[in-house]
Antibody
Framework: VQLVQSGAEVKKPGESLKISCKGS????????IGWVRQMPGKGLEWVAT????????RYSPSFQGRVTISADKSINTAYLQWSSLSASDTAIYYCARQSGSSGYVQHWGQGTLVTVSP | SYVLTQPPSVSVAPGQTARITCGGN??????VHWYQQKPGQAPVLVVYDDSARPSGISERFSGSNSGNTATLTISKVDAGDEADYSC????????????FGTGTTVTVL
């Protein structure tokens, strides 16, 4: 099982961004794939999760309306996108494959550092 | 939304036992998972479904969950256990994704 994320990004406030997470070694469509944010020096926060088979999506209240999660099951890839970044979006974003009915994460991507600075 | 509360820090002497709590309303009715994270690395699952250990995780890591508190116990602590630890739950029947606890930094004295 592997989750390979896109590379680090440096953006300006107001710009848009889409980061990706490509899965391999497992049946991508039938696992919940989530995005987890970690701001500098802070803890883990769940952003959103998606079930690629039917694109069922769930967002944490803090992120609803501010980001969009999507997936293309034909290429085993999940995405997280912003239409207008702000400095407070600066963080490492991990993708995570959830397992079982209880949603634990045994497989993580390597993380994508997003830096938003004027 | 559901809130999971952890102590910010726990200090323990080498060879002793560290206990990290995760408090949440009726958390005993949910499955709790625990992650270890060292600086510059992605999190690692150390306990899932309250008390199960993934393959490759030391038997020194154990978990329990009852009432309003889940606990991760690390026995015979050594310097390699110094890290941040976070609990997590997920209700597949809800319209929300998972929730993480506030995180605990374990310091080995």
């Amino acid at each position: 099982v592997q989750l390979v994320q896109s590379g680090a990004e440096v953006k300006k406030p107001g710009e848009s961004l889409k980061i990706s997470c490509k899965g391999s070694g497992f049946s991508f469509p039938i696992y919940w794939i989530g995005w987890v944010r970690q701001m500098p020096g802070k803890g883990l926060e769940w952003v959103a999760t998606i079930y690629p088979s039917d694109s069922d999506t769930r967002y944490s209240p803090s992120f609803q309306g501010r980001v969009t999660i999507s997936a293309d099951k034909s290429i085993n890839t999940a995405y997280l996108q912003w239409s207008s970044l702000s400095a407070s979006d600066t963080a490492i974003y991990y993708c995570a494959r959830q397992s079982g009915s209880s949603g634990y994460v045994q497989h993580w991507g390597q993380g994508t550092l997003v830096t938003v600075s004027p | 939304s559901y809130v999971l509360t952890q102590p910010p820090s726990v200090s323990v002497a080498p060879g002793q036992t560290a206990r990290i709590t995760c408090g949440g309303n009726n958390i005993g009715s949910r499955s709790v998972h625990w992650y270890q994270q060292k600086p510059g690395q992605a999190p690692v699952l150390v306990v899932y479904d309250d008390s199960a250990r993934p393959s490759g995780i030391s038997e020194r890591f154990s978990g329990s969950n009852s009432g309003n508190t889940a606990t991760l116990t690390i026995s015979k602590v050594d310097a390699g256990d110094e890290a941040d630890y976070s609990c997590q739950v997920w209700d597949s029947g809800s319209d929300r994704p998972g929730v993480f606890g506030t995180g605990t930094t374990v310091t080995v004295l």
